[in-house]
């Protein structure tokens, strides 16, 4: 009998969050990153920042539980989920007062925020969205809380690690196992804001 073996991690991991009920793969970046660093906690206050689909979403909601808050931002409408969500572009001028209108003070800030892939300028745009997730952390988190933020690596991306741990006690870069093995895309870790 022939075994067929998943051709890429993208099948393996999409097949996965199927069969679990998550709404994309991308959940599993997240699951990985919170068991190694603990980053989510019931009774937490959770900003996620270009939550679309959602799988963030479905996984902050299943370790809370009935406790906390959970708070997502995206330009496209989150359907089937029962969270607080503005519909709202991260880069609009109001977004900290509309944030502020449902919680002060955050203790994770979550940011899987992506441009358009076009191939040219990814690296730059993604950065703009990483500094914009920052600008936006370093404004609702509260004392000691934790960011995590993803950004596609590029010739500017060590300098942007350079200032969070102006502003973190802890910062580390990494790709998870969900993560394509040729994606860009690295996940840093931003732990005690100071």
Request: hydrophobic letters at 35%.
């Amino acid at each position: 009998m022939l075994k067929f073996k998943a051709t890429n991690m993208q099948d393996k991991f999409s097949k996965k969050a199927r069969i679990e009920g998550y709404k994309a793969r991308s959940v599993y970046k997240l699951q990985d990153l919170d068991k190694k660093y603990k980053l989510i906690k019931k009774n937490q206050k959770i900003l996620d920042l270009g939550c679309w689909p959602g799988s963030w979403l479905q996984y902050c909601q299943n370790k809370l539980g009935n406790t906390g808050l959970i708070l997502g931002i995206d330009k496209q409408e989150i359907l089937g989920l029962d969270v607080n969500f503005l519909k709202k572009d991260v880069m609009d001028k109001d977004i900290i007062s509309e944030i502020r209108k449902i919680s002060v003070d955050f203790d994770l800030v979550l940011s899987d925020l992506a441009p358009k892939t076009t191939g040219t300028l990814d690296s730059d745009l993604s950065l703009d969205l990483s500094n914009r997730a920052l600008y936006i952390a370093e404004n609702v988190l509260r004392y000691k809380g934790n960011f995590l933020v993803k950004i596609f690596q590029g010739k500017d991306t060590n300098k942007f690690i350079e200032k969070l741990k102006k502003k973190f006690r802890f910062v580390k870069s990494t790709k998870p196992m969900a993560s394509k093995k040729t994606s860009k895309e690295i996940y840093i870790i931003c732990l005690l804001k100071r």
